[in-house]
């Protein structure tokens, strides 16, 4: 029996994340690189803390770099433009890019999860890990929006230097690399508003190791959603004027 063509059109995507080493190596060492450094040789104390932070950078990472540069890449190849002029659902394209930057975030939350019990010292009931693993897979959607509207309007030669200039300071700024406490006072006030300092604090919540305002923390991950989601339809709009 022949597969349905959106089903096989998906499965292309992921698996073509899955088969591109300048995807899946930064995505998947880096922040495991940076939790070994951090969290088991500098910082062991923090091992706990480090593990949602540093994984909730390793997410983030995911969904901007699968969509991003990778939309941005097909754009330019025109490869966007074929697949809407053919039958195939664009749909599936998205449904797959989602999926697989969704499969590398679970890897990146069990490898920083795995060496945070085996070296760091991490214990936590079963479901806690459940529900970090959750929160986190969960919380890279927002993010896979924000790489999808950033692929749509970036030039394709820009794209990588663009996403790594989001991600990185976004990433300090917001706590995850060092507790947003210790920064200076200006910039903890800034972090407040970052959309991962809240994905980190619904992590930190359900690990025990800090309480969190749901309610505050949702409210800003949707905010933040609804304002990619915008970015997105105006760029898609900008690319049927375009006529790419």
């Given at each position: 029996?022949?597969a ?20 899946t190596?930064?995505t ?18 923090q091992?706990?803390?480090?593990l ?51 499969l ?22 079963t ?16 993010f ?60 930190l ?40």
């Open positions: 029996m022949a349905n063509p959106a089903m096989r059109l998906m499965e292309a995507q992921w698996l073509n994340l899955v088969r591109t080493p300048a995807y190596l930064p998947l060492l880096f922040p495991v690189m940076f939790y070994s450094f951090f969290g088991l040789l500098m910082l062991p104390g091992s706990l803390w480090l949602c932070t540093f994984a909730t950078f390793g997410v983030m990472g995911a969904a901007l770099f699968a969509f991003g540069v990778g939309i941005a890449m097909e754009r330019a190849q025109g490869w966007l433009l074929l697949l809407r002029a053919s039958p195939a659902p664009i749909y599936a394209v998205i449904a797959g890019k989602v999926f697989g930057a969704l590398f975030s679970l890897l990146i939350v069990v490898m920083i999860s795995a060496l945070a019990a085996g070296f760091g010292g991490v214990r936590l009931h479901h806690q890990w459940f529900a970090l693993a959750a929160v986190l897979v969960a919380g890279a959607l927002p896979c929006l924000m790489g999808l509207a950033m692929g749509l309007w970036l030039k394709p030669s820009a794209a990588p230097p663009a996403v790594n200039l989001v991600y990185l300071p976004l990433g300090f700024l917001s706590g995850l690399w060092i507790p947003a406490t210790q920064l200076p006072a200006g910039l903890q006030a800034l972090a407040v508003w970052l959309p991962p300092y809240h994905l980190a604090a619904l992590a919540d359900v690990t025990g190791a800090k309480p969190a305002d749901w309610g505050v923390a949702l409210a800003n991950l949707g905010a933040f959603t609804v304002l990619c989601g915008a970015a997105t339809v105006l760029g898609w709009r900008r690319l049927d004027g375009a006529g790419r």
